[in-house]
């Protein structure tokens, strides 16, 4: 865990998007990947929405910069952003939302407030995962929701990149895996909300569609979205815990 943590502070206090990720070029298809999983996280959302018969109180773990805050504003009554990195807080919109500095391990959050708690792309870069669903139970109204979006190690082509990239002579590692504390799949991330007191209401993986950066002027960006969702709901049926990445939400239970 020492181990774990150091390596935490070192890479998190002060981490930059700018910095790792969008130095990458992300294929297309990879974005569009992104976009689906925002549209079914705020889809979520507003079904809680509906639920609740009111606007929700929404605490985002690792929020970054605040963008997602955009597609959750429909449905906030309060947003709460939390973030270890001062580089990311630092480009927060301003008058939108409340933003800390803080971690998901420790969230600086009074119980049973929030309706959501969000860990969208995060999980997997906490020093402790178990104690960061641990909090997020802490600050949940009773039958309130945890909703989790992950890269998924299972993923079919994260085994054929492996492969190719050993055939050349490179390392096998996507740059995520390297650069990432944890690399959970499905079945991981679903006895670790359950050992917490969460009950499962909700698992899929999505993002069963890729193709190599070099074929992206092939497929024009108006059919991408087609052919995202009919690779999902194929890959979904033969392969259902195989895709790039997965979404679970858990519902806080009470003892």
Same mark, same amino acid.
């Given at each position: 865990?020492?181990?774990?943590?150091?390596?935490?502070?070192?890479?998190?206090?002060?981490? /930059?998007?700018?910095?790792?990720?969008?130095?990458?070029?992300?294929?297309?298809?990879?974005?569009?990947?992104?976009? +689906?999983?925002?549209?079914?996280?705020? /889809?979520?959302?507003?079904?809680?929405?509906?639920? &609740?018969?009111?606007?929700?109180?929404? $605490?985002?773990?690792?929020? *970054?910069?605040?963008?997602?805050?955009?597609?959750?504003?429909?449905?906030?009554?309060?947003?709460?952003?939390? /973030? #270890?990195?001062?580089?990311?807080?630092?480009?927060?919109?301003?008058?939108? *939302?409340?933003?800390?500095?803080?971690?998901?391990?420790?969230? #600086?959050?009074?119980?049973?407030?929030?309706?959501?708690?969000?860990? +969208?792309? $995060?999980? /997997?870069?906490?020093?402790?995962?178990?104690? $960061?669903?641990?909090?997020?139970?802490?600050?949940?109204?009773?039958?309130?929701? %945890?909703?989790?979006? =992950?890269?998924?190690?299972?993923?079919?082509?994260?085994?054929?990149?492996?492969?190719?990239?050993? =055939?050349? *002579?490179? &390392?096998?590692?996507?740059?995520?895996?390297?650069?990432? =504390?944890?690399?959970?799949?499905?079945?991981?991330?679903?006895?670790?909300?359950?050992?917490?007191?969460?009950? $499962?209401?909700?698992? +899929?993986? !999505?993002?069963?569609?890729? @193709?190599? &950066? @070099?074929?992206?002027? =092939?497929?024009?960006? @108006?059919?991408?979205?087609? %052919?995202?969702?009919?690779?999902?709901?194929?890959?979904?049926?033969? %392969?259902?815990?195989? *895709?790039?990445?997965?979404?679970? !939400?858990?519902?806080?239970?009470?003892?």
């Amino acid at each position: 865990m020492n181990e774990i943590k150091q390596e935490w502070e070192r890479t998190q206090l002060h981490w /930059d998007d700018k910095a790792v990720i969008q130095r990458h070029k992300v294929p297309k298809s990879v974005v569009f990947n992104w976009r +689906k999983i925002n549209r079914m996280i705020q /889809d979520i959302c507003f079904e809680t929405k509906k639920l &609740r018969n009111k606007n929700l109180t929404i $605490v985002d773990i690792g929020c *970054g910069s605040g963008k997602f805050l955009e597609y959750l504003l429909p449905v906030t009554e309060k947003y709460i952003g939390i /973030d #270890p990195s001062d580089r990311m807080l630092s480009d927060a919109p301003k008058g939108k *939302g409340f933003f800390i500095r803080g971690t998901g391990e420790n969230i #600086p959050i009074k119980d049973g407030i929030a309706d959501i708690v969000l860990l +969208k792309s $995060v999980l /997997d870069q906490c020093y402790s995962p178990n104690q $960061v669903i641990s909090e997020s139970k802490r600050i949940l109204k009773d039958n309130g929701r %945890l909703i989790i979006s =992950l890269s998924n190690r299972d993923s079919y082509y994260s085994f054929i990149r492996r492969i190719y990239n050993r =055939l050349r *002579g490179h &390392r096998g590692e996507h740059f995520f895996e390297s650069s990432h =504390l944890f690399y959970f799949n499905i079945s991981d991330v679903e006895n670790m909300i359950k050992e917490c007191g969460f009950d $499962v209401i909700y698992g +899929k993986c !999505v993002g069963y569609f890729v @193709f190599p &950066r @070099f074929l992206e002027w =092939l497929i024009p960006n @108006f059919i991408l979205p087609r %052919l995202i969702g009919f690779a999902d709901m194929i890959g979904s049926s033969i %392969l259902s815990k195989k *895709g790039g990445a997965f979404i679970i !939400v858990g519902q806080s239970r009470s003892f």
